[in-house]
């Protein structure tokens, strides 16, 4: 009898937590957008504001990437994988970036509009 209340217990409580892992796991592939606006005042410099208007050509436009491709790219430049063309130039700003900050940054400009009237500015300004 004891086994079986052993053996009960154990089975709940593992399930708890095979639960409460898949939670988080989810909510850090998902990313928060707003958590994520305040983690990019560096990468404006580069990328611009909402990373749609680059300070020059050679900088890529983040806004309206998918959040997988911004997340893929900037685990690959912080674990070096990523390298030639300007990489060298990107892997510093990955490097400090935890999971969580890389799922929040990629959520953020995954959402950021990007129209033909954003498509315009580079070249006005
Ligand atoms: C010093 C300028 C500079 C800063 C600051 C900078 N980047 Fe970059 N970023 C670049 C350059 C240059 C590239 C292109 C690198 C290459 O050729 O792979 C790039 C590429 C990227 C890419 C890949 C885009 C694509 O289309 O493949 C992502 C994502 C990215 N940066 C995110 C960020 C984030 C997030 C920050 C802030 C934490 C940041 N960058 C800060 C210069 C910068």
Do not use: N
């Not at 053996?7 to 998902?30: F, M, N, Q, R």
């Not at 020059?56 to 491709?69: D, F, K, N, V």
């Not at 954003?118 to 070249?123: D, M, R, T, V, W």
Request: hydrophobic share 40%; proline share 5%; glycine share 10%.
């Amino acid at each position: 009898m004891r086994i079986l209340i052993l053996v009960l217990i154990l089975g709940i409580s593992v399930t708890a937590a095979s639960e409460e892992a898949k939670g988080d796991a989810k909510d850090e592939a998902k990313g928060d957008a707003k958590a994520g606006a305040g983690k990019v005042a560096v990468c404006v410099a580069c990328h611009g504001e909402g990373g749609k208007k680059p300070a020059a050509p050679i900088y890529p436009r983040l806004a309206g990437q998918t959040s997988e491709y911004l997340a893929s790219s900037l685990i690959a430049y912080r674990e070096g994988q990523r390298q030639g063309g300007m990489a060298a130039m990107m892997s510093p700003q990955a490097a400090t970036l935890s999971d969580e900050d890389i799922a929040d940054i990629a959520a953020y400009y995954a959402q950021v509009k990007d129209g033909p009237e954003a498509e315009a500015e580079p070249e006005s300004k």
